[in-house]
């Protein structure tokens, strides 16, 4: 078992940037796909970014977000820049011990949520 906990959200311009904090307990994040996942009012979560042994990103914050992980401290980061009122979005964090995917049905490990508010 693993245990995520998000922090880092809040309420943002359009423009602007935040850092988003994945700490995990139980496990070490270096042997797990850790992905950040978004989902808006009314919309069905979507993939954001992973990293596993590599990283991956969705279309929609390709060049703006970065997914990085201190091993050190067994935490899992994403910045985010240039942010947009479309960003908006309760934002997780998930981890699996298999190989990076995209849907988040195949992920067994979720943190609560942290919410990240772009106003234009």
């Known amino acids: 078992q693993v245990q995520l906990v998000e922090s880092g959200g809040g309420l943002v311009q359009a423009g602007g940037s935040l850092r988003l904090s994945c700490a995990a307990s139980?496990?070490?994040?270096?042997?797990?796909?850790t992905g950040w996942f978004r989902q808006a009012p009314g919309k069905e979560r979507e993939f954001v970014a992973v990293?596993?042994?590599?990283?991956y990103y969705a279309d929609s914050v390709k060049g703006r977000f970065t997914i990085d992980r201190d091993n050190a401290k067994n935490i899992v980061y994403l910045q985010m820049n240039s942010l947009k009122p479309e960003d908006t979005a309760v934002y997780y964090c998930?981890?699996?011990?298999?190989?990076?995917?995209?849907?988040?049905?195949?992920?067994?490990?979720w943190g609560q949520g942290t919410q990240v508010t772009v106003s234009s």
């Open positions: 139980g496990r070490t994040l270096s042997n797990y796909a």
């Open positions: 990293i596993s042994r590599g990283t």
């Open positions: 998930a981890a699996r011990d298999d190989g990076a995917v995209v849907l988040p049905s195949l992920y067994p490990y």
